[in-house]
């Protein structure tokens, strides 16, 4: 059995839990079909894990479809979803050719960052076929607008846009929606908003899925890792630590408060 978007559906329905990890090649690709990782994505990340860069923006969607092609060589069971690196939604027109060749390069869904500007580049896409999550809160590759890697939505002001926004790109045919660092009490409105499965990171528990980078939970990566990051590496097989990161997201033990970032109240 295959995971698609129906598959993510009927577990939101059913008020399960589901676990996504990034993905880069066909050896992890196999291990995340052995765990049955609900999803992948070859995530721009790659560029600080893989390419040895200090933000994801020198990523390309060269770079995107060369490992999106690796993995699914070998995912037989996860729904893989590749991300829009950075400007290749600078407008409609080159999100539809991006996302053509990130699904010919099969992808079974494109993840590209931003807020309601969004909206008629996801209806474009939709309308010919391709499945889209939207990703909003912290867009890494708005860093430098952002002025770093800090927690968003957390004036009452920010995070009602942030809902509307993410309630519009439903609207305009959002498959999934991911947040990304905003405060648990936020999530937890957007998630009570919501029709389609909300997948989060650094977003507290209020979610239907969790999402990390598969080198952050395996204590790869030299560094301080953010705070939403559990090791799940240690004294583990990797096949154990990421099986073990996907059962802790379904029982809801991860992510926990020492995870999670508070709102004003």
Same mark, same amino acid.
């Given at each position: 059995?295959?995971?698609?978007?129906?598959?993510?559906? %009927?577990?939101?329905?059913?008020?399960?839990?589901?676990? $996504?990890?990034?993905?880069?090649?066909?050896?992890?690709?196999?291990?995340?079909?052995?765990?049955e990782?609900?999803?992948?994505?070859?995530?721009d990340?790659?560029?600080?894990?893989?390419?040895?860069?200090?933000?994801?923006?020198?990523?390309?969607v060269?770079?995107? @479809?060369?490992?999106?092609?690796?993995v699914?060589?070998? @995912?037989?069971?996860?729904?893989?979803?590749?991300? &829009?690196? +950075? &400007?290749?939604a600078?407008?409609?027109?080159?999100? &539809?050719?991006?996302?053509?060749?990130?699904?010919?390069?099969?992808?079974?869904?494109?993840?590209?960052?931003?807020?309601?500007?969004?909206?008629?580049?996801?209806?474009?896409?939709?309308?010919?076929?391709?499945?889209? $999550?939207?990703?909003?809160?912290?867009?890494?590759?708005?860093?430098?607008?952002?002025?770093?890697? %800090?927690?968003?939505?957390?004036?009452?002001?920010?995070?009602?846009?942030?809902?509307?926004?993410?309630?519009q790109?439903?609207?305009?045919?959002?498959?999934?929606?991911?947040? #990304? $660092?905003?405060?648990?009490?936020?999530?937890e409105?957007?998630?009570?908003?919501?029709?389609?499965?909300?997948?989060?990171?650094?977003?507290?528990?209020? @979610?239907?899925?969790?999402?990390?980078?598969?080198?952050?939970?395996?204590?790869?990566?030299?560094?301080?890792?953010?705070?939403?990051?559990?090791?799940?590496?240690?004294?583990?097989?990797?096949?154990?630590?990421?099986?073990?990161?996907?059962? #802790?997201?379904?029982?809801?033990?991860?992510?926990?408060?020492?995870?999670? +970032?508070?709102?004003?109240?």
């Open positions: 059995m295959s995971v698609t978007i129906a598959t993510l559906n %009927k577990l939101k329905r059913e008020n399960r839990k589901f676990a $996504c990890l990034t993905c880069y090649d066909s050896s992890f690709g196999q291990v995340m079909s052995d765990a990782i609900e999803v992948v994505l070859i995530g990340t790659l560029g600080m894990v893989i390419q040895g860069h200090n933000s994801t923006l020198p990523v390309t060269d770079n995107i @479809c060369y490992h999106t092609k690796a699914a060589s070998s @995912c037989s069971y996860s729904l893989i979803m590749a991300d &829009m690196p +950075f &400007m290749s600078r407008t409609v027109e080159s999100s &539809m050719d991006s996302a053509m060749q990130l699904m010919q390069a099969g992808a079974h869904m494109v993840k590209i960052e931003g807020s309601d500007w969004l909206i008629p580049h996801v209806k474009a896409l939709k309308q010919n076929g391709v499945p889209v $999550c939207a990703h909003l809160g912290l867009t890494p590759q708005s860093v430098h607008a952002l002025s770093g890697f %800090k927690v968003q939505a957390k004036q009452d002001s920010a995070a009602n846009h942030l809902i509307n926004a993410a309630l790109l439903e609207k305009a045919g959002a498959d999934l929606i991911l947040v #990304e $660092c905003i405060p648990t009490n936020v999530t409105k957007l998630h009570a908003s919501l029709s389609v499965p909300l997948i989060g990171i650094g977003a507290g528990p209020n @979610c239907d899925g969790q999402i990390l980078v598969t080198y952050d939970i395996l204590d790869l990566p030299p560094g301080k890792k953010p705070k939403f990051v559990k090791n799940y590496g240690s004294n583990h097989s990797i096949l154990a630590a990421i099986s073990q990161y996907k059962q #802790e997201v379904q029982d809801g033990t991860y992510p926990g408060p020492e995870h999670s +970032f508070l709102g004003a109240s």
